[in-house]
């Protein structure tokens, strides 16, 4: 057995601030990230009741392979997923591969996507997505989030869409709707998308992550709504624990089994 390791003596002592009176102040320790407020037999039974409800649930925006998904994303940033589906359908229609695409040429492509909030900006940068992926890729769309990141226009919120739509990974791309869903029912606590993430990837079961980024979205969306949550439609409202939810709440709208009482609580 390795015995402990003893201080280093030699390295430099960190300073410590002190008070107007000369006391030493306590070293401030890094605020810890707060966790979820279920446990994990609660966090099991939420993603069972969403798969209930949607056994295959799909992303709305339109597309026909990779490279399409991947610019339908690129252009969804602040703006609407009708908005861009209305863009986009003449548009894959004869530019379904960067190399048809980049034929078309930056005014063209921006004739097809003015209606979309930013599109000089997303215009140039589809075009540069399109030269990268021909030189680096083949042509191909990556399924390494560190190489999509690389691509212009691409964050790691449309890196993780990809590479759970087209690709089958278990990603969790956190938009509006998961970071207020996260916070607001105290799932997934973060003030960033980053934190909302590393929590959601960390306590839902592996079995339901293929899905559970559209589950989300899609409850956000429609139900857990930034407004006015419609707290008598929602599947999961007797295991929230969202503290102004409506008090009157009705028998859960899908088949519930019995929720297995362990004590271990998933943080």
């Keep these: 057995m390795d015995s402990p390791k003893r201080k280093d003596e030699s390295q430099p002592k960190k300073l ?5 009176g000369g006391r030493t102040k306590p070293a401030q320790k890094r605020a810890r990230q707060p966790r979820t407020l279920y446990t994990r037999a609660e966090i099991h039974e939420i993603f069972r ?19 399409t998904l991947l610019v339908a994303v690129v252009l969804s940033a602040q703006a609407t997923d009708a908005g861009v589906n209305k863009a986009t359908r003449p548009l894959f229609k004869i530019a379904d591969t960067p190399e048809k695409m980049l034929a078309l040429g930056e005014e063209k492509l921006g004739q097809y996507i ?7 900006a997303k215009t140039r940068n589809v075009i540069a997505l399109c030269e990268m992926l021909i030189r680096d890729y083949g042509g191909q769309v990556p399924d390494s989030r560190d190489e999509l990141v690389k691509l212009p226009g691409v964050g790691r919120k449309t ?10 990974q278990h990603t969790m791309a956190v938009d509006t709707h998961i970071l207020r869903i996260g916070n607001r029912i105290g799932l997934a606590p973060g003030k ?7 929590e959601l990837v960390r306590i839902i079961p592996d079995e339901y992550m293929r899905h559970a980024h559209h589950w989300l ?3 956000g ?10 707290c008598e439609r929602c599947v999961i409202a ?3 624990k969202y503290k102004d939810k409506t008090t009157d709440i009705p028998a859960p709208l899908v088949p519930i089994a019995p929720l297995e009482e362990v004590g271990a609580a998933a943080q």
């Design 49 to 67: 009741r969403f798969a209930v409800q949607r056994p295959e649930p799909k992303g709305e925006l339109e597309h026909v392979n990779a490279f």
């Design 159 to 168: 890196a993780n869409v990809v590479l759970n739509m087209a690709f089958g």
């Design 238 to 240: 007797d295991l929230c």
């Design 192 to 198: 960033t998308p980053e934190q909302v993430e590393a």
């Design 16 to 20: 410590q601030s002190t008070t107007a």
């Design 114 to 120: 003015r209606t979309i909030g930013l599109w000089r």
């Design 221 to 230: 969306r429609y139900v857990c709504k930034a407004r006015k949550p419609e």
């Design 217 to 219: 979205i899609l409850h």
